[in-house]
């Protein structure tokens, strides 16, 4: 019985966006798609003790949920006299492009919910909505927004998508690269949704989990795309740390002090794994140079033997592709590191003179370091408090307050 | 599905020629798709006329009901597959190029 219970809590966190998709595409109508996954997960509950779990369970959900729009359709159609429409909505054999490939529904379950026409938070939420089982509250905790204004956001995104005719499709060859761009930003604010510091509720872990879920359905899904499978590399290393982020009072610990032994090996294996594959395309771009950066930290036995001259080169060549002053100020960390604080100062200052990240708490507290390190105490403890002043979690202030004290403020 | 297409500048002048401005070769090509419904240019904002009634009684009054820097120069009524190729029929228009198009879906039932 809990082995047919874990069964159908398996299937839920891998099969329910294959099931929702699969109803959308077959009716294009995005509420009966939820119902009948959710209708069918309930009937599973119900039959599978009795049946036995099926060879193919995610095949069984899927058939399960058709079965059901298609009785409600019926219904409606016979209630409405709308019969035609539901003669046109009988499912038939999904249209195969011209190149023989036939796209997974879940990808265009991502691409229509990351479509350029919807709100940027919509596309974030939908996605989360559709392809998770997550629920509109655990949505609605997880980006710190009241349940209802989040539940108004996914009924506003569905009702766009069909009344401006949005199509349920992965996009045509030419506007690939253009739509797969939103995509990827889209699964990366899923996952720094769950990974922000002081974010470590239950719904942001699974939240993450489910970020990196998706970019390996992605990666698998667009293997012509390398920046998917950078997309991946990057979090996956970034999670391998994920445990030792954070102390027992949940106080952020910086890299160079983490316990390097509470890193996950294998995902850092499997992070590495996938970015040399995705290198080895030759068309890199900002999101394999950053999983390179996280390798290279990942890679480091101890703080000391990190590779800073290669993550100084690395964040040169971000900057060049995705110029940004955030950019700019990580480089000139590296730079510190590799050539000393005083040339990393010079960076973080003329980065102050330009104003570019006034009110961005991670300048002064760049600056702050920087100036410990040459024993500028003063000058370090006012950075420090202009910090304190900006950062926006209770985590981060309290790690700058004991810095703050160290330094004698 | 049909949308319409409000063809809108920004105010005063385009930095660019009539000849880049001109839709003409626009409307053919979408005309000969047999996409494009109808379209018009509109005269400018300034000689609109704007009209409410309140309590019964009539009240008109000079110009546009919004004064925003865009305006509308003219709309296109168009019926094609999805948002996808109103979008890609959109940013062909010449004017998408100066000033923006806002693409409306008309409503259905």
């Known amino acids: 019985m809990d082995r047919v219970k874990e069964a159908v809590a398996d299937a839920w966190g891998e099969e329910w966006g294959r099931v929702v998709a699969a109803v959308i595409r077959q009716t294009g109508d995005w509420d009966l798609a939820e119902e009948c996954a959710q209708d069918a997960f309930e009937r599973a509950l119900e039959r599978w003790p009795r049946d036995g779990v099926p060879g193919r369970p995610g095949a069984w959900l899927t058939t399960t949920a058709r079965h059901r729009a298609l009785d409600v359709l019926r219904r409606r159609a016979n209630e409405t006299a709308k019969l035609r429409e539901a003669a046109r909505l009988a499912p038939g054999p999904a249209p195969v492009p011209a190149d023989g490939a036939v796209p997974?529904?879940?990808?265009?379950?991502?691409?229509?919910?990351?479509?350029?026409?919807?709100?940027p938070a919509a596309q974030v939420a939908l996605t989360l909505r559709t392809l998770t089982g997550l629920s509109t509250a655990e949505i609605a905790r997880a980006f710190l927004v009241p349940e209802p204004t989040m539940a108004q956001r996914l009924t506003r995104a569905k009702n766009k998508i069909r009344h401006a005719g949005i199509p349920f499709r992965v996009p045509p060859r030419e506007l690939l690269p253009e739509?797969?761009?939103?995509?990827?930003?889209v699964l990366y604010l899923l996952f720094n949704a769950g990974y922000a510091p002081g974010a470590a509720g239950p719904?942001?872990?699974?939240?993450?989990?489910?970020?990196i879920r998706l970019s390996?359905?992605?990666?698998?899904?667009?293997?012509?795309?390398p920046e998917a499978a950078g997309l991946l590399a990057l979090m996956l290393l970034?999670?391998?740390?994920?445990?030792?982020?954070?102390?027992?009072?949940?106080?952020?610990?910086?890299?160079?002090?983490?316990?390097?032994?509470?890193?996950?090996?294998?995902?850092?294996?499997?992070?590495?794994?996938?970015?040399?594959?995705?290198?080895?395309?030759?068309?890199?771009?900002?999101?394999?140079?950053?999983?390179a950066i996280a390798a290279c930290?990942?890679?480091?036995?101890?703080?000391?033997?990190?590779?800073?001259?290669?993550?100084?080169?690395?964040?040169?060549e971000l900057a060049r592709m995705a110029p940004s002053p955030v950019v700019e100020l990580n480089r000139a960390v590296a730079v510190a590191m590799a050539e000393g604080p005083r040339k990393g100062l010079e960076l973080v200052e003329s980065l102050a003179a330009a104003g570019r990240l006034a009110g961005y708490h991670l300048l002064p507290a760049?600056?702050?370091?920087?100036?410990?390190?040459?024993?500028?105490?003063?000058?370090?403890?006012?950075?420090?408090?202009?910090a304190l002043r900006l950062a926006p979690t209770e985590a981060e202030r309290r790690f700058l307050a004991r810095r703050l004290a160290e330094t004698g403020g | 599905m049909k949308y319409l297409l409000l063809i809108c500048s920004e105010?005063?002048?385009?930095?660019?020629?009539?000849?880049?401005?001109?839709?003409?070769?626009?409307?053919?090509?979408?005309?000969?798709?047999g996409v494009r419904l109808t379209g018009n240019r509109t005269r400018p904002a300034a000689d609109a006329t704007t009209v409410r009634v309140r309590d019964g009684a009539q009240l008109v009054t000079d110009g546009p009901y919004a004064e925003t820097k865009e305006q509308m120069a003219g709309f296109d009524i168009i019926d094609c597959a999805d948002l996808d190729e109103a979008i890609e029929i959109a940013s062909k228009h010449p004017v998408a190029r100066y000033g923006m198009i806002e693409i409306r879906p008309f409503w259905t039932d």
Not at chain 1, 104 to 119: E, N, Q, V
Request: glycine fraction near 8%; proline fraction near 5%.
């Open chain 1, 203 to 211: 719904d942001q872990r699974r939240i993450t989990a489910e970020a």
């Open chain 1, 216 to 225: 390996r359905l992605l990666a698998r899904l667009l293997p012509q795309e």
């Open chain 1, 297 to 316: 930290h990942a890679g480091a036995e101890t703080a000391q033997a990190t590779d800073w001259p290669q993550i100084a080169l690395l964040y040169g």
């Open chain 1, 179 to 185: 739509r797969t761009s939103a995509v990827l930003a």
């Open chain 1, 104 to 119: 997974d529904d879940r990808l265009r379950l991502i691409f229509t919910c990351c479509h350029p026409a919807l709100p």
């Open chain 1, 238 to 291: 970034h999670d391998a740390r994920g445990a030792a982020r954070t102390d027992a009072a949940g106080d952020l610990v910086p890299l160079e002090e983490q316990d390097r032994g509470r890193w996950d090996r294998e995902r850092i294996a499997e992070g590495t794994a996938v970015l040399d594959e995705a290198l080895a395309v030759r068309q890199p771009g900002p999101y394999q140079v950053q999983a």
């Open chain 1, 366 to 386: 760049t600056r702050a370091d920087l100036l410990r390190r040459l024993g500028e105490r003063q000058q370090a403890a006012a950075a420090y408090r202009e």
């Open chain 2, 11 to 33: 105010g005063e002048g385009y930095d660019a020629t009539e000849q880049e401005l001109d839709a003409g070769p626009w409307v053919e090509e979408m005309d000969g798709r």
